[in-house]
């Protein structure tokens, strides 16, 4: 069975950072290129970073490049994503998926931005 198990999430004021950790079972998780999603209050899932499955290309919406790095660590099958200079529009649930539509993604964790 695939799980995707989210966690880091939190409470944050603006310009703060936080690193979100997805961890990965059921599935060969080296073979896949892995993704994190996000849907904030009352919008639509947004496609926010993607990984190719040996970490060497990554991939940004603009909305967070520059601000947010994907990552990962195939030996613990596990996918990072380190958010820094938060904004309060990235305030939303934050899910990592096994596609960049979030078709496959986890239960999520939740990532407030508020002073």
């Known amino acids: 069975e695939v799980q995707l198990v989210e966690s880091g999430g939190g409470l944050v004021q603006p310009g703060g950072s936080l690193r979100l950790s997805c961890a990965a079972s059921?599935?060969?998780?080296?073979?896949?290129?892995m993704n994190w999603v996000r849907q904030a209050p009352g919008k639509a899932l947004e496609w926010v970073s993607t990984?190719?499955?040996?970490?060497?290309?990554?991939y940004y919406a603009d909305s967070v490049k520059g601000r947010f790095t994907i990552s990962r660590d195939n030996a613990k099958s596990t996918l990072y994503l380190q958010l820094s200079s938060l904004k309060v529009e990235d305030t939303a649930m934050y899910y990592c998926?096994?596609?960049?539509?979030?078709?496959?993604r986890g239960q999520g964790t939740q990532v407030t931005v508020s002073s």
């Open positions: 998926s096994r596609d960049s539509r979030g078709d496959s």
């Open positions: 059921g599935f060969t998780f080296a073979f896949h290129p």
């Open positions: 990984i190719s499955s040996g970490g060497s290309t990554t």
